[in-house]
């Protein structure tokens, strides 16, 4: 399953983006959908390729790595107590405040171009995306992002 | 329709550049191109430049320019948000179209 509630965390007490990734990392790591180099390849990814992104009502980040690292597709979702600094995809230079951080285990693309389809539509979403920021418990947020489902 | 080789470019090669791969193949053709999406990370670029016959570069990770001197290269994080489809449709049919074949 790409959605799982071990993998939602609402009001995470993360500071950084390191401090993010590393805890979706443990969570995907745990659950047998990366391999354990995962958390510090997507740290080392961040540096170089950042994965910020703006949005109408959100800005959000979608930290992800190399397919190799990853045994099967998951999505994750933090949602930190305090919005935590990224830097923006495209635009290394920009440091935005991300709300919403979901960590991404993706495999090659061509295996799953539909998953990728409804991502981007999701994330291209505020209504949802505010629906998930308000959510109250992680059932809520997996119901919220059930499309994704395929 | 116009068959056309479009290179997109994301930090791994995988997840942006197939998503807006996605989203420019759909807005293409709606104008009378047949796509052809190769995803790459900025360090391929180069090689597929040299290998292929490429139209556009649409790229959500910063290039090197001289990777891919003379063909044009557009940022796509616009298209992956959502936020700015329209100007790089733009901008790419009006590249498109003054591309000699």
Redo the contacts between chains.
Sequence with gaps: MILNEQLVCLKADVKTAEEAILLAAEKFERLGYVTKEYGQAVIS?EL??P?G????GYNIA?P????IYVKKPGIAVIIPKEPVRFR?????DTELQCEMIFP?A?E??EKQ?QL??K??EF??NDKKLGQVFHAKHPEEVISIMNDLEI | MTKINILTV???G??????VG??IKEMLSEHGYDVQIH?VN?GMVANEVATKKIDLIA????IDPKDAEGIPQI???GV????DEESFLEEALEVLKNRKK
């Design positions: 990814r170089i390729y994965t992104l703006k949005g109408n979608i992800h790595t190399d397919p923006m995809m495209g635009t290394p991404l993706m090659k693309p171009l990728l389809m991502l981007m994330l291209q | 994301c930090g791994s995988t997840v942006s550049s197939a998503m996605l989203k995803e900025p790229y959500t990770s910063p940022n796509a994080v992956l948000t959502g936020m």
